[in-house]
């Protein structure tokens, strides 16, 4: 995979570089190990096999790259109660894929609505202080169309994300748009 636009938010970028330089390291040495694979779809309304990367595929290369490398899952368990309402739920839970040192990592190839709830999330471990940065690896627009589920794709993140201008998320991320590297 290659790496072909970056977004910085609220100094995401520089956080990584200037704090966290061995990780922005490891995570674009991880983006040159990961190679996307294509799987045969079938087209039903067109009467012909079209080949398509898996996201499936993707996301266990990067996990297993990340994990060998000590990046583990953080998970943040709690009860919900709300004012004025007697029901509670516990173990309900906030988590993120792959953190070491402060910084969190997500690689998303769901629904933009995932896309963006990673944001919240970011934002939740960093109140919490468990945070300093959110990095947020998601597949560019071209790279979404030759994809196999119904993925979203990076430039609707940062497009909104530009338009919210500097009211969400109050937390430095890096948005990592990727493509295949061919």
């Known amino acids: 995979m290659k790496v072909v636009y970056e977004y910085s938010h609220f100094g995401g970028s520089e956080v990584l570089t200037v704090r966290y330089p061995q990780h922005e390291q490891a995570i674009y040495e991880i983006l040159t190990k990961v190679k996307a694979e294509r799987i045969v779809k079938y087209q039903d309304d067109v009467s012909f096999q079209q080949l398509l990367y898996s996201p499936e595929n993707m996301y266990a290369q990067f996990r297993h790259y990340f994990n060998a490398i ?8 709690y009860t919900i109660s709300i004012p004025n309402h007697d029901h509670e739920i516990p173990g309900a839970y906030k988590q993120v894929d792959f953190v070491k040192d402060k910084v969190l990592v997500e690689v998303q190839f769901g629904k933009y609505a995932f896309m963006f ?5 970011f934002q939740y471990f960093f109140n919490e202080n468990k945070a300093d940065v959110g990095i947020e690896i998601v597949p560019c627009h071209s790279l979404q169309k030759q994809m196999s589920s119904g993925v979203s794709y990076g430039e609707q993140l ?3 994300i530009e338009r919210l201008k500097r009211h969400f998320p109050a937390v430095p991320v890096k948005i990592m748009l990727i493509e295949v590297d061919e």
Do not use: N, P
């Open 117 to 121: 709830y990673d944001m919240a999330k």
């Open 158 to 160: 940062v497009y909104d």
């Open 70 to 77: 000590g990046f583990e899952e953080i998970r943040d368990t």
